[in-house]
């Protein structure tokens, strides 16, 4: 089968993964799932992944093939798995999960002592065929297409996971922000809208992605390149400071943030990364707010995304690729040029 492979860790998109011929993966394992891959999501991950961010952390072995966004028809299955059948589709959880260590009783699938995790520590799918097991797929409901839903695997439901969060801490009518509307701004805006009766904020450095965020129902927006965003959201709250921020940008400047804009008790949740958290502990002390860190969601909360989906309440914008354009995918949202998520189609 084809697949993307990286070889060695770049700062160069342009080039930086390789298409081949690998062998297909087979079902060596009773709970073993093979999907034939039709959409995988590219992520800013992927990027991370390829600058050798993840290296450490995932023990990875190079050449590997990327991809964690992934959705397709069941092309195999291990003898034991009775959820899914030859011909299903399906979208996968990003994590292969044990269901027997503490984490995964406790319903904590991010933190599985046995965690695999395809496009990070095992082959992913940018590729033709995905090995994952049977604890990671969800069946699509009749009509779903595969290539719509792919990024939900882990834009989707990293935002959902926490926007989730946010909204427990959230009572009608209270400030939200959304910092960044793009590919996963853009979901957790709409699931923000959905679940709360939160006034919401949105900001970004692109007039158009403030647009989209008017058209998902952001009630005020703001542009941080020629606006102050803690003189504007004072104003919007009548100095009253924010509940929640939902961070999808995760740089240093949006990280600065939180001591400026945030009421007493409130949350930074920290979705995108790359940025660092310079603030003193004093800050955090007389301010009593919190930074919370997002690793993806659980297997429940994608179901529950799903069913945000299906009533309509969340929709994706795509494009799609075939993979043979998956460097030009990386280097276009490396210089921010792709608006929502990226599909590709092998």
Known sequence: MRAARLHEYTDE????LTIEDVDRPSATDPNHVVVEIEGAGWCQTDNHAIEGMWEERMGQTLPMTLGHENAGTVAETGDD??????GDTVVCHPAMTCGICRACRLG????CENLAFPGLSTDGGFAEYLLT??????PLPEGVDPKEIAPHADAGITAYHAVKKAVGELNPGEPAVVVGVGGLGHIGLQALRAMSAAEITAIDVKDEALTLATDLGAHHTVNSRTEDVAERL????DGAGVQQVIDFVGADETLDYAPNVLAGGGDHHVVGYGGHIH???QALVDGDFAYRGTLVGTYPELQELLSLVARGEVSLRTSRYALEDINDVA??????EIEG???IVP
């Open 108 to 111: 904590q699938d991010m933190h």
């Open 133 to 138: 097991n049977e604890r990671a797929v969800i």
């Open 279 to 281: 603030e003193p502990a």
């Open 13 to 16: 998109m342009d080039d930086a």
């Open 234 to 237: 004072d104003a919007l709250t």
């Open 331 to 336: 280097a276009k949202l490396e210089h921010g």
């Open 341 to 343: 998520r990226a599909v």
């Open 81 to 86: 798995v009775t959820l899914v059948s030859e």
